[in-house]
């Protein structure tokens, strides 16, 4: 949720997609919130698909096969990094002079944390989810303020879903006018909402890369996968949406163990196998 975890959680799920499919896999890290807010590690994140992209030859690539994937809100960040990265032609975000890129083949969303500003979804409303919504609006409260005194104000809410829209409207309104992000990123930061901290939010999301989207029914996230899957097969992109019945958020760093996460990464890898192997 943009505030913990770190790479070495994540290196045996790497490692199986890398075996599985013989393919090359660069997992990067990214600079947490609150003490590093949006759009922090949305600009980190793009930029490390913009290496990959320019060393093609050093690190034995073809830079038009690469696909760029996340889990949560790590999924999130791979949907905004592919929009920005369409937005940009794959351009550094650091040089204005630098080369175009080859569009990205795909991206793979897992569980993904692309909206905080409905909870009337089935998802968030299940009784069950309650306090799992409270945390997860704590977190992204952090990650678009940098501000933990937000985290007092959401202790308030008593469960009560109606109040969470007029609360991140004043967030983010707040957040968005005081950032000063780099300015290639600064006119779609204009706006009290916006595609980059939330991916639902994108308008037109024609020419975005093929999608594989994984939503967990029992995860409070499942209607982000369920919803951004029908907006971009409405705009003609490519979508293969995977309905999983059993399973949780996080689940995927299980997979050695939960027959729900092997069953996820098997059609992870045979995804990655149909599209760029």
């Known amino acids: 949720m943009f505030c913990y975890y770190n790479q070495a959680m994540y290196h045996s799920l790497m490692y199986s997609i890398a075996i599985a499919n013989g393919c090359k896999v660069i997992l990067c890290g990214q600079k947490l919130a609150p003490e590093y807010p949006f759009p922090n590690a949305v600009i980190e994140a793009y930029q490390v698909i913009n290496w990959v992209q320019t060393r093609d030859a050093y690190l034995g690539i073809n830079k038009r096969r690469v696909i760029v994937m996340g889990d949560g809100s790590g999924g999130a960040l791979a949907a905004a990094v592919s929009i920005l990265h369409q937005r940009n032609e794959g351009k550094s975000l650091l040089d204005s002079t630098a080369d175009l890129q080859p569009p990205l083949a795909a991206q793979i969303l897992i569980n993904p944390v692309l909206q905080a500003f409905s909870y009337g979804e089935d998802s968030s409303l299940n009784p069950s989810h309650q306090s ?22 959401l202790g308030t809410l008593e469960g009560s879903t109606d ?3 007029r609360f991140w409207s004043s967030l983010i309104d707040d957040a ?13 930061l204009d ?12 308008a037109d999301p024609s020419g975005l890369p093929a999608s594989l989207i994984v939503g967990y029914v029992e995860d409070q996230s499942f209607d982000d996968a369920r919803y951004f899957s029908e907006w971009l097969q409405h705009h003609r992109v490519p979508v293969q949406f995977i309905r999983e019945l059993s399973g ?11 027959p729900s996460a092997k069953k996820v990464l098997q059609h992870v890898a045979d995804y990655i196998e149909q599209t760029v192997c």
């Open 191 to 202: 706006g009290v909402w916006n595609e980059f901290a939330f991916p639902l939010m994108c």
């Open 176 to 188: 968005v006018k005081t950032r000063d992000p780099i300015s290639e990123l600064r006119p779609s």
């Open 132 to 153: 799992v919504v409270k945390l997860k609006s704590l977190f992204l409260s952090y990650y678009l303020s940098g501000n933990a005194s937000f985290s007092s104000y």
């Open 248 to 258: 949780y958020h996080d689940n995927l760093l299980l997979h050695s163990i939960s």
């Open 163 to 165: 109040d969470y829209p």
